[in-house]
């Protein structure tokens, strides 16, 4: 049994040299220009466009690798096949989609695909076009390097991930799922627990109603750029109702708050008409809400007892409980778990109902750890709704069209024979000695794609950039990832098939 475990270690030794040596030689120099190929089609939600041009290039880019590959509709396939048949298959999983943009936050262009001071930056740089392309290249020299495969790896590239829970669900009624994955979306060494992902919108006009009155009122509030990013802009518009208007004396004491560390206050008088507005840090609301400076927070504070009794002061009383501090308590949430953790909470948008102009929807971000359910978690949130308005006298109503309570968090024991082959190949590829897997706020296809798993591609120990204005990865970490995934992909798909990657059912 020694003897044979000794040469086991060895062929496998051998085989991740030669594969790593092929992809020194041949595959690493494709990484970077491959990558600003792929981070110029500007793939957010609804750019038809974009996302048409980009399943082409996957296509012919595919095909140039010596892959064969399908447009499923909205997941491209990409196979290679295993050396003999019948074999079990490896998946891997990314998505091509990306968060929205503000182009004026940026410093370069967000969608240029630019290298600066070994850095490769812009939107989906990290989150999720790198994985995409570090895939790739691991898989050709996988192949080119003649290892003998055990197993089939397919390549599903998502294009809906940012934007939809409903993709992986609609795939699978037409096709197969892989027999494991590895979801190249989170962090290493691997991901043991995925948060849920929940979001609570609250509505109301503007309008005032009796109470405290002042000479002025609010035509408009706008805040974020989208749910799962920290806002890092937020404005309200005040018109002055009666002559004259005299702004000055609200601005000397707006410039005299306390702004939270990061936020900053411009004011910009223009006749009847002022301008509040804040700026702060965009950061992912799930893995980073920490290096975010919420903007929506900060103005919710500046403006607090400036504004008439009506909805616009509803909105940023409630956006101030919600933003005490980034875990809920606010909110009344103080959940806490030695291994999770505790909620990650982003006070995100407040966006114009694009259904009825006179009604403004504010939505609050929850990254949700067990125990509670998604059924318990609302009901809690939406009777908490309806206390501060019989305190407040305020009419905050639920918006259901921005109101999510439908996922739940996803957990596996560290023990799995899946985890404990990913975690090894982390601390062969990397060094680190004794890797601890992570639990992450971010959620990925591994809730929605039976026996998957996130591993990667992120780094430990530094802050995530997905999300965050001039998005960026190291160059660096973009070579040592791909070293890690070979490192897996060797260890897996040479092997023979793992019989119960996960001896519990997720």
């Known amino acids: 049994m020694i003897v044979a475990s000794l040469l086991l270690a060895t062929s496998l030794a051998t085989h991740t040299t030669a594969v790593l040596e092929h992809y020194r030689k041949h595959e690493a120099q494709r990484l970077v220009p491959m990558l600003s190929e792929v981070v110029r089609f500007p793939t957010y939600q609804n750019n038809d466009e974009a996302h048409a041009q ?11 690798l010596g892959f064969s590959a399908r447009n499923t509709g909205k997941i491209v396939e990409i196979d290679l096949p295993a050396s003999v048949e019948p074999a079990p ?31 490769m930056l812009g939107r989906g740089a990290a989150d999720d076009k790198g ?21 089939h790896i397919r390549l599903l590239v998502g294009s809906e991930e940012e934007s939809d829970a409903k993709e992986i669900p609609e795939y699978l009624k037409e096709h197969q799922p892989p027999d494991y994955s590895l979801v190249l979306d ?35 509030l706008d805040a974020g750029l989208s749910t799962s990013i920290v806002p890092d802009h937020a404005e309200a518009r005040l018109f002055w109702t009666g002559e004259h ?45 920490e290096g975010g400076r919420n903007a929506l927070v900060a103005l919710a504070r500046v403006l607090e007892g400036q504004l008439p009794t009506g909805g616009a002061d509803d909105l940023l009383a409630f956006a101030r409980l919600a933003g005490q501090d980034l875990h809920g308590t606010g909110l009344g949430i ?23 102009a006179k009604t403004f929807v504010f939505v609050t971000n929850l990254r949700r750890i067990p125990p509670r359910t998604a059924p318990q978690a609302r009901a ?51 060094g680190v000695a004794s890797p601890k897997p992570a639990i992450s706020g971010g959620g990925t296809y591994a809730k929605r794609l039976p026996n ?55």
Do not use: C
């Not at 980009?54 to 140039?64: N, P």
């Not at 990314?94 to 262009?109: F, L, M, R, S, Y």
């Not at 008409?273 to 700026?279: A, D, E, G, P, Q």
């Not at 806490?336 to 995100?348: C, E, F, K, L, T």
């Open 89 to 119: 298959i490896l998946g891997l999983v990314v998505h091509g989609d990306v968060q929205p943009v503000d182009v004026e936050a940026w410093t370069i262009p967000p969608f240029e695909g630019r290298v600066v001071d070994g850095y």
């Open 334 to 356: 103080t959940d806490s778990d030695p291994i999770w953790g505790r909620y990650s909470v982003n006070v995100a948008t407040i966006k114009r109902d694009a259904n009825d």
């Open 452 to 506: 998957s798993i996130a591993f990667g591609m992120w780094f430990p120990g530094k802050p995530y950039p997905g999300h965050d204005v001039d998005e960026k990865i190291s160059v660096d970490d973009l070579q040592r990832g791909a070293r890690v995934l070979i490192d897996a992909l060797v260890d897996i798909a040479t092997q023979p098939r793992i019989a119960h990657p996960f001896m519990s059912t997720k």
């Open 186 to 220: 989170s962090e290493f060494p691997v991901v043991v627990g995925e948060k849920a992902w929940d979001a609570l919108a609250v509505a109301t006009t503007l309008d005032s109603r009796p109470g405290v009155e002042k000479p002025y009122r609010v035509d408009l």
């Open 380 to 430: 809690y949130l939406e009777a908490f709704v309806a206390d501060f308005n019989k305190r407040t006298g305020a009419s905050l109503t639920i918006n259901a069209a921005k109101t999510y309570f439908e996922d739940e968090p996803l957990g596996f024991d560290p023990h799995e024979p899946l985890v404990q082959r990913l975690m090894k190949a982390y601390a062969r590829a990397t």
């Open 131 to 151: 994985p995409l392309v570090q895939a790739l290249l691991a898989m050709k020299a996988l192949k080119e390097s003649r290892v003998r495969r055990t197993h």
């Open 245 to 289: 208007a005299n702004w000055q004396p609200l601005m000397d004491a707006l410039t005299k708050v306390a702004l939270p560390e990061g936020t900053r206050l411009v004011l910009g008088p223009q006749g009847a008409i002022l301008r509040v507005v804040t700026y702060g840090h965009s950061a992912h609301a799930g893995v980073n809400i």
């Open 54 to 64: 980009q399943k082409e290039w996957l296509l012919k880019t595919a095909h140039d």
